[in-house]
């Protein structure tokens, strides 16, 4: 009889929705997020930054609509991050190692004028289930760089090697 409701959710207010996330990944993996992890999750709902209690927010922004420039939803997108958590970095995540939502541009700006050897793991805003490693290096001539290992998802390296032994192998360490 109310079926109406479920063909056209009403839209919420984008802080009660970031408040359930963060709420979804404490209860799920036991570490909510913090304000600038609910920040960039607003960002990629949004595609702006925004003012949280200004905001109201679709439900088929939230899990039909593809994000833009991309084959998959915010909702499959979040939840192969929690995925990846639960199942492979689950104790990195706990001890709040891994940084994890950061936009590329956020991650240039984080990393800039830090001293060789600093790193930052993020999730891949492009792959899902993927985690992201760049870290600054400084060549033989001077020059400082910001290497990224491009994100891998969880049914390749991940299974197969931990990605801080992975970052040992490579030849700029």
């Known amino acids: 009889q109310n079926l109406a409701f479920f063909n056209n ?3 919420v207010p984008l802080s009660q929705l970031l408040e359930v996330l963060s709420w979804q990944f404490s209860s799920y993996i036991g570490r909510g997020l913090n304000a ?11 595609g702006q930054q925004v003012i949280y209690s200004d905001c ?7 899990c039909k609509e593809h994000l833009p420039g991309k084959s998959f ?9 929690l995925e990846l958590i639960k199942k492979h970095i689950l104790p990195l995540w706990i001890d709040g190692c891994i940084m994890g939502f ?5 991650e240039r700006v984080l990393l800039k004028d830090k ?18 490693f ?13 290497i990224r290992l491009e994100a891998w998802g ?14 040992r192998d490579l030849p700029f360490c």
């Open 36 to 46: 600038d992890q609910l920040g960039m999750l607003a960002e990629k709902l949004t």
């Open 73 to 81: 939803t915010f909702w499959v997108w979040l939840e192969a991050i």
């Open 102 to 106: 950061v936009s590329k541009e956020k």
């Open 134 to 146: 760049t870290w600054v290096y400084k060549s033989e001539s001077g020059a400082t760089y910001q």
């Open 154 to 167: 969880v049914c390749h390296h991940c299974q197969q090697l931990c990605c801080l032994h992975r970052r």
């Open 9 to 11: 959710p009403p839209s």
């Open 115 to 132: 001293m060789p050897g600093t790193f930052l793991l993020r999730f891949s805003e492009s792959n899902l289930g993927g985690i992201t």
């Open 56 to 62: 109201q927010l679709s439900w088929s922004k939230f």
